[in-house]
């Protein structure tokens, strides 16, 4: 080892680079961040695209990061704002969406209730109509696609003296309904395994 | 040394390990932005946890888990970057602060030495890691980090040494 040492006291004299005063900064928000509360983990702030384009322009200018240091960490409060403001935006439009299904199908039973004469027999069109909205599907096509065979050689089945050929199809089958009068449809898809047994004659 | 977590003021202690963590931290991304990401975060969760410095090699530990979680969830982005920069003029961000040509050339052959290495020295020179510190940080035996120091050190002389 002592072969080293010279070398070993030049690559001690070496200085890392040191790290920007942004990154005490944002070391000093964490800290304070998880004190504040414990479950919010310490993630980087940046917002990678900006980032990624505005690391690329100064590159090609030939600039170091420190501009960019600045730039980039004045950015970041605004990606979390982002992020908050498009999670309470569709967070809102769900919730409208929701109210507004409940108001129409509320509104559509009390319009079966006013044009009903007979109380007694209210309930049942609503039965009769729940039970024949599935059955307006009809098959509208089936498609199996074949997408990997596998010839798995001669078998002999029990008892037998005839050889015969096993081949595995892996298909996709897909059935489609639909409902002619809303122009709904259904689709069904699942894979599928297949063992086809083919007799071979032997001569 | 004293618990490294338990100083009340962690400005003092990042200071001093924030160099060779960042330096460490490089050996996987090649920008100085996303390697103080990674120190950042490797540091704040040590910090939280209160680790002593018994487990110094926890941190570093974390810093090149971390980093390594970068590379597999960046992998499009730096393909992207690496693109955009093979275009432009190479990138100049050094790992060392330099002061002749001498240091330049042995930053030069500290950086084209092969990662497993490479590591292990920044942990040993840089970072004043113990064999058993660093066995701990790479997942790897003490006597294999001790022959991988003695490799790089070989390999950094061969390369310095004059025609």
Redesign the interface.
């Given at each position: 080892?002592n072969?080293?040492s010279e070398?070993?006291k030049?690559?001690?004299?070496?200085?890392?680079?040191?790290?920007?005063s942004?990154?005490?900064e944002?070391?000093?928000d964490?800290?304070k961040d998880?004190r504040a509360s414990a479950a919010a983990?310490?993630?980087?702030r940046?917002w990678?695209f900006t980032?990624?384009s505005r690391?690329?322009a100064s590159?090609?200018d030939?600039k170091?990061?420190r501009a960019?240091?600045r730039e980039?960490t004045s950015q970041t409060p605004y990606s979390n704002w982002w992020s908050l403001g498009f999670g309470l935006a569709a967070a809102a439009v769900l919730i409208l969406f929701a109210v507004v299904t409940m108001e129409r199908r509320h509104e559509e039973r009390e319009t079966i209730a006013q044009s009903s004469t007979a109380p007694k027999t209210q309930p049942a069109p609503l039965r009769a109509e729940r039970s024949t909205v599935p059955s307006r599907f009809v098959p509208a096509g089936g498609t199996n696609l074949v997408y990997n065979t596998r010839d798995e050689g001669l078998h002999f089945a029990d008892g037998s003296e005839r050889p015969l050929r096993r081949v595995r199809y892996n298909t996709q089958q897909t059935w489609r309904w639909r409902n002619p009068e809303t122009g709904a449809s259904v689709r069904v898809s699942y894979p599928s395994e297949e063992i086809v047994l083919i007799p071979v004659s032997v001569q | 040394m004293e618990p490294i977590a338990s100083h009340e003021n962690w400005r003092n202690c990042f200071s001093e390990v924030a160099p060779g963590l960042l330096l460490f931290a490089r050996q996987w991304v090649q920008s100085a932005a996303d390697a103080e990401d990674i120190v950042q975060d490797a540091f704040v969760k040590f910090w939280r946890r209160n680790h002593n410095i018994h487990n110094r090699g926890l941190l570093y530990s974390a810093v090149r888990s971390l980093a390594l979680d970068f590379i597999r969830r960046d992998a499009r982005r730096a393909r992207r970057e690496a693109t955009a920069l093979a275009e432009a003029e190479p990138a100049i961000e050094p790992h060392f602060e330099l002061e002749d040509d001498a240091q330049s050339a042995l930053a030069a052959a500290v950086e084209s030495l092969p990662r497993d290495q490479r590591e292990v020295l920044v942990l040993k020179i840089w970072n004043d890691l113990t064999f058993g510190e660093i066995a701990g940080a790479l997942g790897i035996s003490q006597n294999t980090a001790a022959s991988r120091y003695r490799y790089a050190l070989t390999n950094l002389k061969k390369t310095l040494q004059p025609q």
């Open positions: 080892m072969d080293f070398l070993e030049e690559l001690r004299k070496l200085r890392p680079a040191q790290p920007s942004v990154l005490f944002r070391v000093g964490a800290l998880c983990d310490a993630k980087p940046r990678r980032e990624w690391r690329r590159d090609i030939g170091l990061v960019r240091e980039r | -």
